[in-house]
T-cell receptor, first 114, second 113 residues
Framework: DAGITQSPRHKVTETGTPVTLRCHQT?????MYWYRQDPGHGLRLIHY???????DKGEVSDGYSVSRSKTEDFLLTLESATSSQTSVYFC?????????????FGQGTRLTVV | DAKTTQPNSMESNEEEPVHLPCNHS???????IHWYRQLPSQGPEYVIH???SNVNNRMASLAIAEDRKSSTLILHRATLRDAAVYYC??????????????FGKGTHLIIQP
């Protein structure tokens, strides 16, 4: 299994509080991604990173920010959590961005905003 | 972006072959066809990918139509552990960015013992 660890695995937080989810990899892959998965929507890309300090927005980036200060860590921050951000969050890594690159996914973080 | 169409769900019996279809009629000549699956309570995992020719690996086979407008993922002998949501994805290449994967809703495969 690819070395990807998401933390925490489960979190319940109150509306309006900041939340940070962490993705840690031991594969030294250049590309890292954050997705969210909601019933009826499949997985949707929030933000991605193509190197240290290099990040960009995905399809559903509003309300989220990311940071990558080290190759191995990619942080997803909800500055002020809302109930609409209740979801399962998946981190993924990939060695390359070419068309044959395989992506490896973490186990997910289940976030509930009450 | 090119899109894919898959049946919402399929059911099969254990130890029988399973053919999971995917339509991608707007595929471009440079798009690769990838399949991922997601087991219950887990993240997606890579299954197979191809461009034009049929492909085989230890998990499955991928049959690609000659016009590339459709493909079929083949599980040769399904087990209960193959029960999952299967996603057919076209991998685009922007050349400069890291696009990520565009997931549809996939096919929920149910395996009966």
């Amino acid at each position: 299994d690819a070395g990807i660890t998401q933390s925490p695995r489960h979190k319940v937080t109150e509306t309006g509080t900041p939340v940070t989810l962490r993705c840690h990899q031991t594969e030294n892959h250049r590309y890292m991604y954050w997705y969210r998965q909601d019933p009826g929507h499949g997985l949707r890309l929030i933000h991605y990173s193509y190197g240290v300090k290099d990040t960009d927005k995905g399809e559903v980036s509003d309300g989220y920010s990311v940071s990558r200060s080290k190759t191995e860590d990619f942080l997803l921050t909800l500055e002020s959590a809302t109930s609409s951000q209740t979801s399962v969050y998946f981190c993924a890594i990939s060695e390359s961005n070419n068309r044959v690159a395989e992506a490896f996914f973490g186990q997910g973080t289940r976030l509930t905003v009450v | 972006d090119a899109k894919t169409t898959q049946p919402n769900s399929m059911e099969s019996n254990e130890e029988e072959p399973v053919h999971l279809p995917c339509n991608h009629s707007t595929i471009s000549g440079t798009d690769y066809i990838h399949w991922y699956r997601q087991l219950p309570s887990q993240g997606p995992e890579y299954v197979i990918h191809g461009l034009t020719s049929n492909v085989n690996n230890r998990m499955a086979s991928l049959a690609i139509a000659e016009d590339r407008k459709s493909s079929t993922l083949i599980l040769h002998r399904a087990t209960l552990r193959d029960a999952a949501v299967y996603y057919c994805i076209l991998q685009l290449y922007s050349g400069g960015g890291a696009d990520g994967l565009t997931f549809g809703k996939g096919t929920h495969l149910i395996i009966q013992p």
